[in-house]
């Protein structure tokens, strides 16, 4: 158990002696979560870190004034949302349930700032994960201003899913994917980059409100290579 759980993000370079003191000196609790069973609501306060350390967990982020959602997999051993547990707005923005059965490890807020003051590589992982998030969304939005309806499209499936993402799938109403776009696109111009999609193997399949893409890396190496 003990290899597995090191293999979480923020506690990967721990040794086994450092991680013995913190599971011996803070409440570690581990829940199985049924196949379809919610975990957070969008909207919920992040009052604890989340781990999957076992099966899968299936998201959904939806525009609050639009009819556009994105989804996503991941799988353990992955963290949830840990950039959500600080800063200004501490709500999850996404649904999220067990896609499967699934084993959630989670650790009071509190609990985890004591973790972090007690252990320097727990505290460096921390603040690499958000940091990494935090330029990946500013470089893409910084390159978004000339950016064609292909580009855009993809930025909107990588900005709201995880490096490990999988399954990515966009739900849409066709005018507010266009709003969200920012573009006067039409059902045809949608269909088009779909189709230059499905060729590159980028997009598996789509269907009239829905785009499912393929692995999440190919979509980052689109982006950096436009």
């Not at 004034?65 to 501490?90: C, Q, R, Y």
């Not at 309806?149 to 499936?157: C, M, Q, S, Y």
Request: proline share 3%; charged share 20%.
């Amino acid at each position: 158990m003990f290899d597995k759980l090191l293999q979480l993000p923020l506690f990967q370079g721990l040794t086994h002696e450092e991680f013995q003191r913190l599971i011996e000196s803070y409440p570690f609790h581990f829940l199985k979560v049924a196949n379809g069973e919610r975990i957070v609501t969008a909207g919920d306060p992040c009052t604890h870190l989340r781990f999957i350390v076992g099966g899968a967990v299936r998201f959904s982020t939806s525009s609050r004034v639009l009819k556009v959602a994105v989804e996503h997999t991941l799988d353990s051993p992955d963290v949830i949302a840990p950039d959500h547990l600080f800063g200004l707005d501490t709500s999850y923005p996404f649904d999220a349930w067990g896609s499967g059965e699934a084993a959630i490890l989670q650790i009071k807020k509190l609990d985890f700032l004591n973790m972090l003051s007690s252990s320097r590589v727990l505290t460096i992982n921390t603040l690499n994960y958000i940091s990494r998030n935090a330029q990946a969304m500013r470089s893409q939005l910084l390159g978004s201003q000339n950016m064609r309806v292909a580009e855009r499209l993809v930025i909107i499936a990588t900005l709201f899913t995880a490096q490990r993402s999988r399954d990515i799938k966009i739900v849409y109403r066709l005018r507010d994917l266009n709003r969200l776009l920012g573009l006067l696109t039409s059902r045809v111009a949608i269909a088009d980059v779909c189709a230059q999609f499905e060729t590159m193997g980028l997009v598996r399949k789509s269907a009239p409100g829905e785009i499912y893409f393929g692995n999440r890396q190919d979509l980052v190496n689109y982006l950096n290579n436009s």
